[in-house]
Every structure is written in C-alpha cells, then in structure tokens.
C-alpha cells in the first residue's frame, strides 16, 4: 500500500514564502508522476504542479514564476517551494502520485496541509 504524508503547510504573511513537502512510502513505481494539488472553500480541487520522473515539469498559471516543483527520487519526496505567496493562495494543498501500468492507472492523495496566506 502506498502513503502520502505532507509536511510544511501554515500561516504565512502576503509576500512570504513556504516549502511543502510529501513522503511517499510502500510499494512505488519509478516511473510515476508526483503533484500537488489545492483545494480552497467552496471550490473545486485544482492542479498547482506536478513532476515527472525525468523532472518535466508543469505549472498552473496562476502560480507560474512563484511556485516551484522538484523532486528527490532517493527520498521518494516532492517538493513545493512557493514564494511571493498571495491571499488567493490558500486553501489546502495535497500531495499526488500516480502512473500507469496499462491497462491500470494507479493514483495515490496525501491527507492535505493548510496553507494559510494572511496579514
């Protein structure tokens, strides 16, 4: 069974930075695909960024040049270093992993962390 646990979430001032960060443990693929996602009140959960294996990355627009994935395959943990962090920004974050052995595609969530953005 895998798990999904992150880390790093919290209440941050407009303009400030923090890093999330998601263990993955059991039985992993190496070639996967690992994101975060975010979920505010009363909205849909959407994607922020998500990594390859080979480290393609991808960005939801709105966080483009403040956000930045990266992963340590050693560590089996993907990072989220987000910066210049706006009110907008909060909502709950959770960590994703899946691949696909065709025909099956396997897709694991984190519990979510708070991120707070506020003055």
């Known amino acids: 069974q895998v798990q999904l646990v992150e880390s790093g979430g919290g209440l941050v001032q407009p303009g400030g930075s923090l890093r999330l960060s998601c263990l993955a443990s059991?039985?992993?693929?190496?070639?996967?695909?690992r994101g975060w996602y975010r979920q505010a009140p009363g909205k849909q959960r959407e994607l922020v960024a998500t990594?390859?294996?080979?480290?393609?990355?991808n960005y939801a627009d709105s966080v483009k040049g403040r956000f930045t994935i990266s992963r340590d395959n050693a560590k089996n943990t993907v990072y989220l270093q987000m910066s210049s962090l706006k009110p907008e920004d909060t909502a709950v974050y959770y960590c994703?992993?899946?691949?696909?052995?065709?025909?099956?595609?396997?897709?694991?969530w984190g519990q979510g962390t708070q991120v707070t953005v506020s003055s």
């Open positions: 990594i390859s294996s080979t480290d393609v990355t």
């Open positions: 994703n992993l899946q691949w696909t052995t065709w025909p099956n595609k396997f897709d694991f």
């Open positions: 059991g039985s992993i693929r190496k070639i996967n695909v």
